[in-house]
């Protein structure tokens, strides 16, 4: 009898440890950053770099290639404030030896599940990306 109530109680124990597990699991992760025909400032092609944002949340951003208006960047990026219906943000920057310049944005409501090659225009060109909500 002591040994069921036991089994039981563990069993229980596993479910709420279960339930929280997938709660605190929730995240967003974007990746598969990459853009075409981007232009920067009419001395050649920009040196372009992401920033990510979800909400008011800083993500990070990425490195950025010299000389590049079709870049592709393998960063990746794993936001777990981020939940449904917050703006997921990625920012397309140009590198410069002062100021840097902002080419352009993507926004999109955060909804579940797997979002693969969403894509929105930046100037002439066009920056593509996947996130998943989990
Ligand atoms: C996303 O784009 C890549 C590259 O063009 C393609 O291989 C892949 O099948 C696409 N995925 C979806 C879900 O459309």
């Avoid at 990459?34 to 920033?51: M, Q």
């Avoid at 939940?83 to 909804?111: M, P, S």
């Amino acid at each position: 009898m002591a040994t069921i109530m036991t089994l039981r109680l563990t069993c229980v124990a596993l479910l709420v440890v279960v339930a929280h597990l997938e709660l605190t699991d929730a995240a967003v992760r974007v990746w598969g950053m990459r853009a075409s025909r981007l232009e920067g400032d009419p001395t050649g092609p920009p040196d372009p770099y992401l920033k990510v944002w979800c909400g008011s949340s800083f993500a990070g951003m990425t490195q950025f290639y010299r000389d590049t208006s079709s870049p592709s960047w393998n960063a990746e990026f794993h936001i777990p404030s981020c939940r449904a219906n917050d703006n997921l943000k990625l920012e397309v920057w140009d590198k410069d030896l002062n100021v840097d310049d902002h080419l352009g944005t993507c926004i999109t409501q955060v909804r579940y599940g797997s979002n693969n090659n969403k894509s929105c225009r930046v100037g002439k060109g066009t920056l593509t990306y996947n996130y998943k909500l989990s």
